[in-house]
């Protein structure tokens, strides 16, 4: 039985929604006898975690119960972590390590140094997310191969710093180091601005809609894949916004700068420039990693062209039951200006759609690969 570098540890999760239920899961599942404690205003999501093995004990009193953790993640929205900082602070244990799982790292600290809590405290966010949340969306292999931000203050013991660097590196996540306002400039750019321009896509679309609903119709597809951030948590993203809202400002006025100057280029029907628009992002597009997680889980998917005949789709999926492939979900697509194949198969992970790829071509089916 696997007890990690450090023998049994005691953990305590405040908040067991997608990240901390998550975390949660991979950690029964890496270190089955870790002892593992749990606080939620939902009621149901604790009860489920308890009958599911995932946590020992329902903690009903935050102020008293948490003592004997070794580690604490606060895993709520931004603000109310900050709350529970102070809630937490007068009973812990002398040992006891503070860490959370917030996309934004400079209010918390701000908040840890004023109440003197920076010896016992490592800011945390792990690059991953979900359009779901919720305990019920969460899995234990969530975090595995993705990046996790630690920013450690200037006060906590360096060798408690790389107690939980290796901890968190046990769960199969490659940790990256951070100072709190560098991570924050980092998260607004690559998650938190993107949000909001998925967000603002689909309100540009809702606009345009007519009552019949024809827009919506026709941009499914492609349209929700790119915008699919935008079903993520109101809650949550009202207080990344507002607490990132420095970085957040900077860069959408940029990026109106941007879109004002491509404006005036369509306007003058300036072709190079728009050339040289369209060519510099997919340059750069084309050569972001396809081998990490980031902050949405990847989807695995195949997609190819059946005939509009009876019985073609369950040709199809005979041919992967022999091989025992399960599907995760299967749509049919209307919209091909993004995608080329007309069925959409989804699986669970990467080698289940390679071998899907490769079982259907065997049969000649037009397979076609997402760049």
């Not at 949660?24 to 002892?35: C, D, G, L, Q, T």
């Not at 991953?128 to 969460?138: I, L």
């Amino acid at each position: 039985m696997n007890q990690g570098k450090h023998g049994t540890l005691c953990i305590g999760f405040v908040g067991l929604g997608l990240i901390g239920g998550s975390i949660a899961k991979s950690i029964r599942r890496v270190f089955p006898n870790y002892k593992l404690l749990g606080y939620d205003t939902d009621t149901e999501a604790l009860k489920r975690a308890k009958d599911e093995g995932t946590l020992d004990i329902i903690v009903k009193d935050v102020r008293t119960e948490f003592y004997n953790c070794n580690y604490i993640f606060l895993c709520t929205p931004v603000g109310h972590n900050m709350a529970y900082l102070s809630i937490l602070k007068e009973s812990l244990n002398p040992d006891c390590i503070i860490t959370d799982v917030g996309s934004v790292k400079s209010p918390i600290h701000e908040m840890v140094k004023t109440l003197g809590m920076e010896k016992r405290f490592i800011g945390g966010h792990p690059m991953v997310g979900s359009e779901k949340s919720g305990y019920s969306a969460c899995n234990d292999r969530l975090i595995e191969n993705a990046y996790y931000f630690l920013t450690p203050t200037a006060k906590v013991p360096e060798e408690k710093f790389y107690e939980l660097d290796s901890f968190i590196e046990e769960l199969g996540a490659m940790t990256v180091h951070l100072d709190a306002e560098r991570h924050d400039e980092i998260t607004a750019a690559i998650s938190h601005v993107p949000h909001l321009i998925a967000c603002e896509l689909v309100h540009n679309v809702r606009k345009t809609d007519d009552k019949d609903g024809m827009l919506k119709q026709l941009c499914a597809g492609g349209f929700k894949d790119i915008t699919r951030i935008a079903s993520s948590s109101p809650e949550v993203w009202e207080q990344i916004a507002v607490s990132n809202r420095k970085n957040i400002s900077r860069i959408l006025s940029n990026m109106i700068t941007d879109l004002q100057e491509l404006l005036a280029a369509v306007d003058a029907t300036e072709n190079e420039y728009i050339n040289r628009y369209f060519k510099l992002a997919g340059d750069y597009r084309d050569s972001v990693p396809d081998n990490a997680v980031g902050l949405m889980q990847k989807t695995y998917e195949v997609f190819l062209d059946i005939p509009d005949e009876p019985g073609e789709l369950s040709k199809v999926l005979g041919h992967l039951e022999k091989d025992n492939i399960s599907i995760k979900n299967i749509g049919i697509i209307h919209n091909r200006e993004y995608e080329e194949g007309c069925l959409k198969l989804v699986l669970y992970d990467n080698e289940s759609a390679i071998k899907t790829a490769q079982i259907l071509e065997k049969q000649n089916y037009m397979i076609y690969k997402r760049k």
